[in-house]
């Protein structure tokens, strides 16, 4: 099993930044892979961004240059860096876990980010 910690949310004007953070416990050895979601009332989850053990990263193309996201594999930590926020980055952010293998994602408990215009 894998637990996964974020923090980080919060409120922010439109322009301003937030860092948001996520912390890896249990079988860590067992992740490939790391990434954030979002997710807003009646919408799907959607990727924002993730990050492999390579630190090979991938985001989804609305998200790049204005989001980073980085990881601490000596501390099982994933960060994402928002910069230029805007009221529709809004949402419910989860940090998610893809193991090896034929085994479902982990995922957090989810961290509010509310941008105010």
């Known amino acids: 099993q894998v637990q996964l910690v974020e923090s980080g949310g919060g409120l922010v004007q439109a322009g301003g930044s937030l860092k948001l953070s996520c912390a890896a416990s249990g079988d860590v050895d067992r992740i490939n892979r790391m990434g954030w979601y979002r997710q807003t009332p009646g919408k799907q989850r959607e990727l924002v961004a993730n990050i492999d053990k390579l630190g090979s990263t991938y985001y989804a193309d609305s998200r790049q240059g204005r989001f980073t996201i980085s990881g601490d594999a000596a501390k099982n930590m994933v960060y994402l860096q928002m910069n230029s926020l805007r009221p529709e980055d809004t949402a419910v952010y989860y940090c998610?876990?893809?193991?090896?293998?034929?085994?479902?994602?982990?995922w957090g408990k989810g961290t509010l980010v509310t941008v105010s215009s």
């Open positions: 998610n876990a893809d193991p090896y293998g034929r085994v479902p994602p982990y």
